[in-house]
């Protein structure tokens, strides 16, 4: 097929490729516990993810009210992502529709990225380990560019652009929180925001484009923003 409208479609990891919650969760605690502090309940989980790592770290020590300083932060968010790293793959999954999804982009044309503020490293072995990764051409992380460019600077996005050869490509994004549709704004793309990730705020406050329940509109609704 060649009648698609997007050329690119990027997309974020945790909370809108994936539902990696509990994985996050289980490595927040470990950290937490090891700091002396209180354990989040993993239902909870799912409200502090956005950012990264260190900003799921200090989201969770300022509900108990606590504010670390920046060494101390950095020590326990060392702990947190090698705990995370060696457990990378045990509970996360796809969101359904996921794997049904991928494929009827890529027989559509569009080119797959990902794009997260989640380390490069991490995402990329997180790929791996879900036999994910040859469906993208490129995997961006919020460090690949070092401090300051992830998301919501429009950094990231921009250089997944420039990464696809394409030029003039016609590019989306597909996120959960402000982060991704704010860097979406930014470099002017469109943004379909999922509303059973790891929001924000409400979805259809996010600023998005448009909002989906489910893998399987997302392809019917990018023609609709064509």
């Known amino acids: 097929m060649t009648d698609f409208p997007f050329d690119i479609v990027g ?19 470990h950290a937490l516990r090891l700091g002396g502090y209180e354990a989040v309940p993993m239902e909870q989980v799912r409200e502090l993810v956005g950012g990264g790592t260190k900003a799921m770290l200090a989201r969770a020590l ?5 504010t670390l300083a920046d060494d101390a932060l950095a020590s326990l968010t060392e702990a947190l992502v ?4 060696a457990n990378i793959a045990v509970h996360s999954r796809l969101f359904p529709g996921g794997a049904e999804m991928l494929q009827e982009l890529a027989a559509r044309g569009a080119k797959l990225a990902i794009v997260t503020n989640k380390l490069e490293h991490l995402a990329r072995k997180l790929l791996g380990e879900l036999e994910l990764t040859d469906h993208f051409y490129t995997i961006i992380g919020g460090d690949t560019l070092g401090p300051g460019r992830a998301k919501p600077q429009p950094d990231l996005l921009e250089l997944m652009v420039a ?7 016609r590019t989306a994004y597909v996120g959960d929180t402000s982060f991704d549709t704010g860097a979406a704004a930014a470099a002017g793309f469109p943004c379909v925001v999922v509303d059973f990730g790891f929001n924000d705020r409400p979805a259809a406050d996010l600023g998005g484009a448009a909002v989906i329940s489910h893998f399987d509109a997302l392809a019917d609704t990018l023609l609709e923003l064509a």
Do not use: I, P
Request: no cysteine; aromatic share 6%.
């Open 62 to 66: 300022a509900r108990q009210g606590v």
């Open 11 to 29: 997309f974020d990891l945790d909370g809108t490729l994936l539902d990696t919650s509990a994985d996050l969760g289980v490595a927040l605690n």
């Open 163 to 169: 990464r696809s050869g394409l030029a003039q490509a």
């Open 82 to 85: 090698a705990h995370y790293e």
